[in-house]
């Protein structure tokens, strides 16, 4: 089946076309700029990449030229997988668009402002450009709806639970499910029966408890601000400390929220770069700087490791992907260092180092007692394959 996988942002549109039978993507690319004067799209098919000034003055334009291009080499749609950031308390999985999910889309849009709109968008213009072929709304949050009342509430009052649904969501779902289901088979494991601790770390970064194959807590919120250290956000902050800046310098709830989603984290410990490569770098280099980001970076994820280690009880694996996951082995390393004896959790320095760019790999040595993993994310591979059980399932019904 050819999937074409579609993420729409406030102005951008990044596709992918993927043939299910190989899992291998036929076309890739971005329309940029898309409602303003200057878009370009970007796109790379069989082996050449390409880019030109395009008019897209609205989603629907956008999506327009995309499927003309695929079109125009000869390739047909057969179902289009959207990435849905939010699906609310409703959605445990993906599901194929009718008028009732899009008005779902619509309501909790009031949970993911910044998210759920632009992806609507892009769903209505596929409806317009594309009419019956099958849509796949694929969610970040409906991995996470198995988390449990007492890991997901907050401990306030709890009318704000009822009344607003104020409570955590968590987010990166399709990938720490993808890498969930995937460490499980290359290592031979019944998922039913395994536990891990999957740490996506990539521009945005989560951690998950995963208890018999499903989510059991997370590290991201009621939005992608909680928890981890990530390039530009600050991860778990005491309240206390916020409304305290806020008071001082006067500042709105719009500052508060740019501050601590786009201006903190690594860049804001670094005032330098949000880039774990340039971090490495200064780290190795002793700068003292790019050496205390590391830290706190890595002693957060340490923290949330032993956090969710002792909430599961017992851990078959900790898998690392994302960008930092996949490629940095100094991040793996300064996590688990120092846990042979307590834990018995012990990296091979050799494999740790030769894991990189897109492997899979065990990195720990066979003795270690818990299996340290780390396994390449495909974010819209993940979304390409959802996709196509959906349309299956619901042409067999
Ligand atoms: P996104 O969350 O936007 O999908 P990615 O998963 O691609 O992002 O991760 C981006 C992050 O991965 C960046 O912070 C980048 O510095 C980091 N990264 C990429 N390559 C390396 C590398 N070789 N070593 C360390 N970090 C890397």
Same mark, same amino acid.
Request: proline letters at 6%; charged letters at 15%.
């Given at each position: 089946m050819k999937v074409l996988v579609l993420n729409s942002g406030s102005s951008t549109v990044k596709y992918q076309l993927i043939d299910t039978a190989n899992g291998e993507p036929v076309i890739k690319g971005l329309v940029d700029k &898309? %409602?303003?004067? /200057?878009a370009t799209h970007t796109y790379s098919y069989n082996g050449e990449k390409k880019t030109e000034d395009v008019l897209a003055r609205d989603h629907r334009e956008a999506i327009g030229l995309v499927i003309k291009l695929i079109k125009d080499l000869g390739f047909e749609i057969d179902a289009v997988g959207h990435r849905v950031v939010h699906g609310g308390y409703k959605f445990f999985e993906s599901v194929l668009i009718n008028n009732e999910v899009i008005e779902y889309i619509r309501e909790f849009g009031k949970l993911a402002p910044l998210h759920n709109p632009p992806n609507l968008t892009g769903i209505l213009a596929c409806r317009e450009v594309l009419g019956d072929i099958p849509q796949v709304a694929v969610f970040d949050t409906a991995f996470h709806q198995t988390i449990p009342m007492e890991n997901y509430l907050y401990a306030i009052p709890m009318k704000f639970y009822e009344t607003y649904r104020v409570r955590r969501y968590g987010f990166h779902g399709t990938s720490h499910k993808y890498v969930m289901e995937k460490t499980a088979k290359e290592l031979g494991l019944d998922l039913s029966k395994t536990n891990m601790i999957t740490c996506h770390l990539g521009n945005g970064a989560s951690i998950a408890a995963i208890k018999e194959g499903k989510s #059991?807590?997370?590290?991201? %919120? #009621?939005?992608? +601000? !909680?928890g981890l250290i990530m390039g530009t956000r600050s991860g778990d902050i005491d309240v206390g400390a916020v409304l305290y800046i806020m008071d001082k310098e006067g500042m709105t709830t719009s500052d508060m929220d740019r501050l601590l989603n786009k201006e903190s984290g690594i860049l804001g410990i @670094? /005032?330098? *770069?949000?880039d774990m490569r340039i971090v490495e770098e200064g780290y190795f280099k002793g700068d003292e700087r790019m050496i205390l980001a590391l830290k706190m970076y890595c002693n957060r994820i340490r923290k949330y490791i032993g956090a969710y280690f002792f909430e599961l009880r017992k851990v078959d694996a900790i898998v690392f992907t994302g960008g930092v996951g996949e490629n940095s082995p100094i991040v793996r390393k300064l996590v688990l260092d /120092? +846990?042979? !004896?307590? &834990?018995g959790i012990i990296i091979d320095d050799k494999k740790n180092e030769e894991t990189i760019r897109g492997k899979f790999g &065990? &990195? *720990? @040595?066979? !003795?270690?007692k818990v299996k340290v993993v780390v396994t390449p994310t495909n974010e819209e591979l993940a979304i390409a394959i959802e996709t196509e059980r959906v349309v299956k399932d619901y042409l067999k019904s």
């Open positions: &898309v %409602g303003s004067i /200057g #059991f807590d997370t590290s991201m %919120g #009621f939005t992608p +601000l !909680e @670094t /005032g330098i *770069s949000n /120092g +846990l042979e !004896e307590s &834990v &065990v &990195v *720990s @040595t066979p !003795e270690s």
